[in-house]
Nanobody
Framework: QVQLVESGGGLVQDGDSLRLSCAAS????????MGWFRQAPGKEREFVAT????????YYADSVKGRFTISRDSAKNTVYLQMNSLKPEDTAVYYC????????????????????WGQGTQVTVSS
């Protein structure tokens, strides 16, 4: 049984940092992308960042570029999201996601190319 388990969310203040973790079990995702999405109250889920587990290549949403860093520990089958300079508009439930098939690079920000999802972890940034 494949599971993605997120951790590290919490309540922080404007300008603070948090690091989210996503531990995968049941299979490895080498050669594919693992990523982070988020959903704010009343909004659709949106892409945040993704990383190719084999090469470490990364891609970010414009809204987090320069503030967030995605990384991976392939030996631990774990992906991280370091979030710095957090803003109230970063408040959301953050979801980890993983692919099991190769897709065009132009599609890696699309939800439907990710096959497994975690349960989400809440990040709240107060002003």
């Amino acid at each position: 049984q494949v599971q993605l388990v997120e951790s590290g969310g919490g309540l922080v203040q404007d300008g603070d940092s948090l690091r989210l973790s996503c531990a995968a079990s049941g299979r490895t995702f080498s050669g594919y992308n693992m990523g982070w999405f988020r959903q704010a109250p009343g909004k659709e889920r949106e892409f945040v960042a993704t990383i190719k587990m084999s090469s470490g290549s990364t891609y970010y949403a414009d809204s987090v570029k320069g503030r967030f860093t995605i990384s991976r520990d392939s030996a631990k089958n774990t992906v991280y999201l370091q979030m710095n300079s957090l803003k109230p508009e970063d408040t959301a439930v953050y979801y980890c996601a993983a692919q099991t098939r190769v897709t065009r690079p132009t599609l890696i920000r699309e939800e439907n190319v990710y096959d497994y999802w975690g349960q989400g972890t809440q990040v709240t940034v107060s002003s």
